[in-house]
């Protein structure tokens, strides 16, 4: 059982449909939560709706975001240098959201580092990767 | 002329000019000219954090950006110019920062603002300094996203 919670921070509708797709896989996901920035929404607003789903008790919580430099992750990333229980990763995957969701560690550097290689490595063109794996 | 993009965005450093934007126009530096930012230690690191590696962000309030700004200009770097309403950029305009046109990018809606055009709102102070920009040479279009056509802003300005 996860100890963190997690919110997926992005424009639109990507973050709910990324947390579909990853229930798709690996069926009902608990304590994860979906922020989408609406087009027309106030950057003031947009981190009144994270705040929500970042919650006011004192459990950890992964924010993971679309974009670097995106507003969801300009908004998370100034919670989270101001509060230490909360942790921002850009650039979030699918395989990235996949392992945050199954972990079992704590939400601690080790498990911030695997989730950033596991996103790297999600990351593959065929012929490259091809050429690795059979060499 | 280096400074290849003047935008004001009331959001500063975002999607729409991160992914966007900086790749249109290659840019390799950013400068935030903004008094607030500039003062506060935690949105200058935050708006640091906004850009993708490998462009340097520069905070600096409008004095010390129209100084640095000039000396860019002088360069081959090609610098994006970020700030949140006319009134930064008319300032900078008015200390003799060379600016060709300002985009207009990101001007949010609120009581006693008007709609210009879809995302770009105006108070009518905005208003009037867009105009003495324009008195002034500076040319100001609308253009949200890279790919939008420019809009003169002579064509949505309502006393027209």
């Not at chain 2, 930064?88 to 009581?111: F, H, K, N, Q, Y």
């Not at chain 2, 009037?128 to 500076?138: A, D, K, N, Y």
Request: hydrophobic letters at 45%; glycine letters at 8%; one cysteine or more.
């Amino acid at each position: 059982m996860r100890s963190f919670r997690i919110v997926v921070a992005g424009h639109g509708t990507l973050p709910a449909a990324l947390l579909a797709t990853a229930e798709l896989i690996c069926g009902e996901i608990p304590d994860l939560a979906a922020v989408g920035l609406e087009p027309t929404e106030t950057p003031d607003h947009y981190a009144e709706s994270l705040r929500a789903a970042i919650g006011r008790d004192h459990r950890r919580v992964l924010v993971l975001c679309d974009l670097l430099g995106g507003t969801p992750f300009n908004v998370a990333s100034a919670i989270a240098r101001r509060s230490p229980r909360v942790v921002c990763i850009a650039g979030v995957n699918l395989p990235m959201l996949v392992e945050a969701s199954l972990a079992t560690t704590p939400l601690d550097d080790e498990l911030i580092e695997q989730l950033l290689d596991v996103g790297r490595a999600g990351i593959a063109e065929t012929e490259r990767h091809r050429a690795r794996r059979v060499s | 002329m280096s400074l290849r993009l003047v935008r004001i965005d009331d959001r500063l450093i975002h999607g729409q000019v991160v992914a966007g934007w900086l790749r249109a126009l290659g840019a390799e530096r950013i400068v935030i000219v903004d008094d607030a930012s500039a003062r506060d230690e935690f949105l200058r690191e935050v708006l640091t954090l906004a850009a993708p590696q490998g462009v340097p962000v520069e905070v600096a309030g409008v004095a010390d950006g129209a100084a640095r700004l000039i000396a860019l200009a002088g360069t081959p770097e090609s610098v994006m110019v970020l700030a949140r309403n006319p009134r930064t950029v008319l300032a900078l305009r008015v200390a003799g920062v060379p600016i060709e046109v300002v985009d207009l990018g990101g001007m949010g809606s609120g009581p006693g603002r008007r709609r210009l055009h879809k995302t770009i709102s105006v108070s009518p102070d905005e208003l009037r300094e867009l105009r003495e920009l324009e008195q002034l040479g500076t040319r100001v279009e609308i253009q949200i996203v890279a790919d939008d056509r420019p809009i003169p802003f002579g064509s949505v300005d309502p006393r027209n």
